[in-house]
């Protein structure tokens, strides 16, 4: 998958990180949430896939 440091939304200029960052600080548990925050996948969407794994990746490590 990514390094911290691979950039996810090329777009935004997002890493894994910035993104796993906004996640954790603002409590996230939605994509559109995600993005509203973010701006993620607004641009070309190619990156969809990988950010709602990072984001239910992110809800499973929180919940166990």
């Known amino acids: 998958m990514f390094e911290d440091n691979?950039?996810?939304?090329?777009h935004?200029?997002?890493t894994k990180?910035?993104?796993v960052k906004v996640i954790r600080d603002k409590n996230i548990m939605s994509f559109e949430a995600l993005q509203?925050?973010?701006d993620v996948a607004t641009i070309?969407?190619?990156c969809r896939?990988?950010?709602e794994e990072i984001l239910e990746d992110e809800i499973a490590h929180r919940e166990s």
Request: with cysteine; net charge negative.
């Open 49 to 51: 896939a990988d950010i």
């Open 17 to 19: 990180a910035d993104i």
């Open 44 to 46: 070309c969407g190619s």
């Open 12 to 14: 935004m200029r997002l």
């Open 6 to 10: 691979d950039f996810v939304c090329r």
């Open 36 to 38: 509203d925050e973010t």
